[in-house]
C-alpha cells in the first residue's frame, strides 16, 4: 500500500512538472491577415496563456512579426522570411528582388534566422537560395528550411557550418530523420503540424526512440499559417505537455523548450 502512494505521489509530481513546462514554440507565423483579425496584443495574451515563454516567429510580410516583436519583445525571435505576400512561397526563388529586399530588412532589424522558407531539391542551387543562404552565412542566422531531405542536404553542401532548423521534421520518417541528424549534427527539427509522434497524445514508439538518441534536437511548434490558427496555440501547449510527460523530464525539457533557448542564444547575445 505505501509503496503505491509513493508511486502515485511520484506520478503526480512528474504531471505537476511536465504541466508547468514552459514552451519554446519554434514555428509561428504572425502574416497580413492575422494582425486584422488578432491584433498584437491579443496574439501575446494566448501566447501567455499557453505559457509559451518566447516564440520564433516570421511573417508574410515581414511587418506582422515586427508588431508582434514591438508589442512582447523578450518574448518574440525574429525570422525574416524572403515572403512579402502569401503567394511568394512557390515563386520567391525564381525572384531575383529577394536578395535586396532580405537586404534591407537585415540592415534595419534584428534577425536570428531566415525562413521559414520552402524550398526542395535542386531549387535550393538556383541563384536566388544561394544568395539568401550567402546573407545568412555573413549574419549568423539560422535556416529555417521546409525542405526534403534534398534540399536540406544542399544547404548544408553551400554551407557546411550552417545551422539549419528543419521544418516539421521534413515531413518524413522518423527513420529516414534518424539517418539526417546522425548525418548533420548542425541539423534541429521541429514538429509543427505534425501529429504522428504523439497521436491523440500517445508518444509513439519509434519517435520516442529518437527522442531519446537525439535529446538535443527537437522543437515543438503551432505553425500558425492561418489566423484561425492562432487560438489552437494554447491547445497546441496542453497536448504537447501531456506527450512530453510520457518522456524523462530533463529529455522534456529539452524539447519543450531548452533546445529552443540552446540554438538561438548564440545568435540573440
Ligand atoms: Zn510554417
Not at 496563456?49 to 514591438?70: I, M
Not at 529555417?144 to 521534413?170: K, Y
Amino acid at each position: 500500500m505505501r509503496h503505491c502512494i509513493a508511486a502515485l505521489l511520484l506520478a503526480l509530481t512528474a504531471a505537476t512538472t511536465a504541466a508547468e513546462l514552459p514552451i519554446f514554440d519554434a514555428h509561428l507565423h504572425y502574416s497580413h491577415d492575422a494582425w486584422e483579425n488578432l491584433p498584437p496584443e491579443k496574439a501575446i495574451e494566448l501566447l501567455k496563456a499557453a505559457g509559451v515563454k518566447r516564440g520564433l516567429v516570421s511573417s508574410s510580410n515581414d511587418e506582422g512579426q515586427q508588431r508582434l516583436a514591438a508589442a512582447a519583445p523578450d518574448r518574440i525571435l525574429l525570422s525574416l522570411r524572403p515572403y512579402r505576400q502569401r503567394g511568394d512561397q512557390g515563386s520567391w526563388m525564381r525572384d531575383d528582388t529577394v536578395p535586396a529586399y532580405l537586404e534591407g530588412k537585415l540592415a534595419r532589424y534584428r534577425y536570428v534566422a531566415l525562413g521559414e522558407f520552402h524550398i526542395f531539391g535542386a531549387d535550393v542551387d538556383l541563384p536566388v537560395p544561394r544568395k539568401m543562404v550567402e546573407l545568412a552565412r555573413r549574419h549568423n542566422l539560422v535556416l529555417h528550411s521546409h525542405s526534403d531531405a534534398d534540399a536540406i542536404e544542399r544547404q548544408f553542401a553551400q554551407w557546411p557550418q550552417a545551422r539549419i532548423l528543419w521544418a516539421h521534421s521534413g515531413f518524413d520518417t522518423p527513420a529516414r530523420v534518424r539517418e539526417m541528424l546522425r548525418r548533420h549534427r548542425n541539423l534541429w527539427c521541429d514538429l509543427a503540424f505534425r501529429s504522428d509522434h504523439a497521436p491523440g497524445g500517445d508518444l509513439d514508439r519509434e519517435w520516442r526512440a529518437l527522442f531519446m538518441e537525439f535529446p538535443d534536437r527537437f522543437m515543438v511548434g503551432t505553425d500558425t499559417f492561418t489566423p484561425e490558427r492562432w487560438p489552437y496555440v494554447v491547445e497546441h501547449a496542453r497536448l504537447t505537455r501531456k506527450w512530453l510527460a510520457q518522456l524523462p523530464p530533463e529529455v522534456a525539457e529539452r524539447i519543450a523548450w531548452r533546445n529552443g533557448e540552446a540554438l538561438f542564444a548564440a545568435t540573440t547575445r
